[in-house]
């Protein structure tokens, strides 16, 4: 068990670009979330997958945003025409049936230029 | 709806003297909360957890915090505080439904030697 793992750890990306984030979760947990964190804030929730179904997305995910957990899995996380606000930490937990408990990884840090 | 508010943005305290942080909750159940800490390019790690068992959670590191529904609080506090202890402190309430998180602004605990 080598815990959540996220990758790139960091990205450099020019506005109007496309990025994809990925993220495995710890075996056999089957909640995966994503979250957003900005500098000064704490992590704000993004979207949640129960093995492969995404039951729960904000509405500080805008259509540019979208999420896939393929075969309940790792998940990806893609940002399409990327623009200076989409600056953040992005953060991947997960978390294994009954528990209320979500391990995070390092995080994914976007810089949009 | 389910909300927290961390008190105090920064927090600054001499090595060795007793530390509180201070949190307090929203919630129309009976919550899970959580401290996390998050070092300086570290992943947000759990500190601890109180999900409805003693109101005394006593987590790593020599911390532990205190549920008191009616004061809707959940403090943490540590006798004697470290270098080490520097980072930003997250409190966290979890959604019974889905379990994710809402996170508190952060508090930054500073050291002083």
């Known amino acids: 068990d080598t815990g959540v793992s996220q990758n790139p750890r960091h990205k450099i990306t020019k506005r109007g670009q496309n990025v994809t984030f990925r993220c495995d979760p710890i075996?056999?947990?089957?909640?995966l979330y994503w979250y957003r964190q900005t500098l000064g804030q704490g992590p704000e929730f993004l979207t949640y997958f129960q093995n492969e179904a995404q039951l729960e997305k904000s509405r500080l995910l805008s259509d540019r945003f979208s999420a896939e957990r393929p075969k309940g899995s790792f998940s990806t996380l893609e940002i399409q025409r990327t623009e200076q606000g989409d600056s953040a930490m992005y953060l991947c937990?997960?978390?294994?049936?009954?528990?209320?408990?979500?391990?995070f990884g390092q995080g994914t840090r976007l810089t949009v230029v | 709806a389910q909300s927290v508010t961390q008190l105090d943005s920064h927090v600054s305290v001499s090595e060795g003297t007793p530390v509180l942080l201070r949190c307090n909750y929203s919630?129309?159940?009976?919550?899970?909360l959580f401290w996390y800490v998050q070092h300086p390019n570290k992943g947000l790690q759990l500190l601890l957890k109180y999900t409805s068992a003693a109101t005394l959670v006593k987590g790593i590191n020599g911390f532990e915090a205190e549920f008191k529904k009616s004061e809707t609080s959940f403090h943490l506090t540590k006798p004697s505080a470290h270098m080490s202890d520097a980072a930003e402190y997250f409190c966290v309430v979890g959604h019974s439904g889905t379990y994710k998180y809402i996170f508190g602004t952060g508090t930054r605990l500073k050291v002083l030697a």
């Open positions: 937990a997960s978390s294994a049936p009954g528990n209320t408990e979500a391990f």
């Open positions: 075996s056999e947990h089957n909640r």
């Open positions: 919630s129309s159940y009976s919550p899970s």
